[in-house]
């Protein structure tokens, strides 16, 4: 027998087998179809069009249609499930925000079947965004308003009825959190104007932007903005009784947006001197002046913080008011504190130091929050994470740094890292390049999961399809595994419209 029809057996034989299994299993059409690149294990549209259908029919309150949506919906989490395992990457999330429309009946069940249609196996839901919780008017303990405050609605559960529905369709559902952003209600609170971040101006996050209209480069609004001091105890206070009523739900996960300062507009998106720095709040200046390892230290950064500056005549006059501490130190040193050490020297001058010690004061405060907040999620054995822009660590110059302050670098290696891959250059290469700089500088085993922007099979906002984007990232970065996408609201703009301003 020839080679050739050898060969040419051996072809039929693989045709046959794959014939064979694709009318076992119809499903596995879209996993091998992108098997040797990235799978979407999208749902075939017959299998979405005959479970639409008895969707549809459970809302007439058709019994047997509600017996057999179930067996379907078990059978489609079944397989998505089944195609995850087999290839890359294994988890794909989308972001999702609920607005009053959703409270209609069945609007959970639609929106969900749309997304494990597409392939996802993770939602990642908002639930505490621009001032307001995803949780019950009538059974909220937090400091923030219901985000639904539709009569009638009162003890309607959205998030706890989201997790349920997701996990009965294979979706593992993480809560999604602003972290010190607090949004602008909340600054409205006469009883918590103490509470909010303040720079050496005076300012507010919500002063300082006097024109509150404007949006900054992510289209991203100043309006719903309110970000608190992080060294504040009623600020913990305050979020962790809102995470406790969260981790109540049960959710599988909780990750933590607006990890960081605010973005100044133009030149003050660069802090280039202390009085840029958010950390003129009573409890973050006194946490920078406890840091000082002797009096004269805390004098001359008492001094720093009020005047933005030191003189030869403000240290001589200090060391000669404490004799006694000749040959005591400022303030620590590197080897004393691992967040100061993070940041590049500037140079040996006091004043030098000084900035430089401000700059970790106010990461460490971005730090320690994010630190105290984790730890109650992870203490039930889910999932923590930190969402952030690759750019929000780095020095701008010789002096300034990203008015973000998001010490990213930092961050644990035990809790998931979701950076932002929002780069926009028209290209793919702009993305994986952010995303190549975390995983470069992430501590080994940590695990790093691009949030991506866009929409699939089409160009949006100047940013390539997902299929490009995550294709050129895991051709670049094989380990990733994991990607999430922003958002639901991109991937059906009509949809989400009426989703908006629906009649009740």
């Given at each position: 027998m020839s080679n050739l029809m050898i060969q040419q057996r051996h072809f039929l034989g693989l045709l046959l087998n794959f014939l064979i299994a694709i009318s076992l299993n119809p499903f596995l059409l879209i996993s091998v179809a992108h098997s040797q690149t990235l799978a979407q294990c999208k749902l075939s549209p017959q299998a979405i069009a005959q479970k639409e259908s008895?969707?549809?029919?459970?809302?007439?309150?058709?019994?047997?249609?509600?017996?057999?949506?179930?067996?379907?919906?078990?059978?489609?989490?079944?397989?998505?499930?089944?195609?995850?395992?087999?290839?890359?990457?294994?988890n794909q999330a989308i972001w999702l925000r609920l607005y009053p429309c959703d409270t209609r009946t069945g609007e959970i069940d639609r929106i969900l079947d749309n997304i494990?249609?597409?392939?996802?196996?993770?939602?990642?839901?908002?639930?505490?965004?621009?001032?307001?919780?995803?949780?019950?008017?009538?059974?909220?303990?937090?400091?923030?308003?219901?985000?639904?405050?539709i009569p009638g609605t009162e003890n309607q559960d959205l998030l706890a009825e989201t997790i349920q529905k997701g996990r009965q369709r294979g979706l593992k559902v993480y809560a999604w959190m602003f972290m010190l952003n607090y949004g602008y209600t909340y600054t409205l609170k006469p009883d918590r104007t103490s509470v909010l971040a303040v720079n050496g101006k005076g300012e507010t996050?919500?002063?300082?932007?006097?024109?509150?209209?404007?949006?900054?480069?992510?289209?991203?609004?100043?309006?719903?903005?309110?970000?608190?001091?992080?060294?504040?105890?009623?600020?913990?206070?305050?979020?962790?009784?809102?995470?406790?009523?969260?981790?109540?739900?049960?959710?599988?996960?909780?990750?933590?947006?607006?990890?960081?300062?605010?973005?100044?507009?133009?030149?003050?998106?660069?802090?280039?001197?202390?009085?840029?720095?958010?950390?003129?709040?009573?409890?973050?200046?006194?946490?920078?002046?406890?840091?000082?390892?002797?009096?004269?230290?805390?004098?001359?950064?008492?001094?720093?913080?009020?005047?933005?500056?030191?003189?030869?005549i403000d240290v001589k006059t200090v060391n000669e008011k404490y004799p006694d501490e000749k040959d005591k130190p400022y303030w620590p040193d590197e080897k004393e504190w691992k967040t100061l050490a993070s940041i590049p020297k500037m140079g040996e001058t006091l004043q030098?130091?000084?900035?430089?010690?401000?700059?970790?004061?106010?990461?460490?405060?971005?730090?320690?929050?994010?630190?105290?907040?984790?730890?109650?999620?992870?203490?039930?054995?889910?999932?923590?994470?930190?969402?952030?822009?690759?750019?929000?660590n780095r020095r701008i110059g010789q002096m300034g740094f990203d008015s973000r302050m998001q010490p990213w670098d930092q961050f644990s290696p035990s809790i998931e890292w979701h950076p932002m891959s929002y780069a926009v250059c028209g290209q793919v290469n702009c993305i994986t390049a952010q995303v190549q700089q975390v995983v470069t500088q992430a501590p080994p085993g940590t695990q790093v999961i691009p949030a991506l922007a866009g929409d699939w099979g089409k160009s949006i906002k100047n940013r390539p399809s997902l299929q490009q984007q995550m294709a050129d990232i895991y051709a670049t970065i094989p380990q990733i595994n994991a990607f999430s996408h922003y958002g639901y609201d991109w991937q059906d703009s009509e949809e989400t419209r009426q989703r908006k301003f629906c009649k009740q």
């Open positions: 008895l969707r549809q029919a459970v809302l007439t309150g058709d019994s047997q249609a509600l017996k057999n949506y179930n067996i379907i919906l078990t059978q489609h989490a079944q397989q998505v499930n089944q195609c995850r395992q087999q290839i890359n990457p294994k494990i249609n597409r392939g996802y196996n993770k939602v990642y839901l908002e639930v505490f965004y621009d001032g307001q919780v995803l949780l019950p008017s009538s059974k909220n303990p937090t400091a923030w308003p219901a985000a639904i405050r996050t919500t002063t300082a932007v006097l024109d509150q209209t404007k949006i900054d480069e992510y289209g991203e609004s100043f309006v719903n903005q309110g970000f608190v001091d992080p060294y504040h105890p009623v600020a913990r206070q305050d979020y962790l009784t809102l995470l406790n009523a969260i981790l109540q739900r049960r959710p599988d996960g909780v990750l933590f947006d607006y990890v960081r300062y605010p973005k100044g507009l133009g030149a003050d998106s660069v802090a280039s001197k202390v009085k840029d720095l958010w950390i003129y709040g009573e409890y973050a200046q006194q946490a920078f002046l406890n840091r000082a390892s002797s009096q004269k230290g805390r004098d001359l950064m008492q001094r720093f913080l009020q005047q933005g500056f030191i003189t030869e030098l130091q000084l900035w430089r010690l401000s700059v970790a004061h106010a990461r460490q405060g971005v730090l320690d929050f994010l630190a105290l907040v984790s730890q109650p999620v992870q203490s039930q054995g889910i999932p923590a994470g930190a969402v952030f822009f690759p750019e929000g």
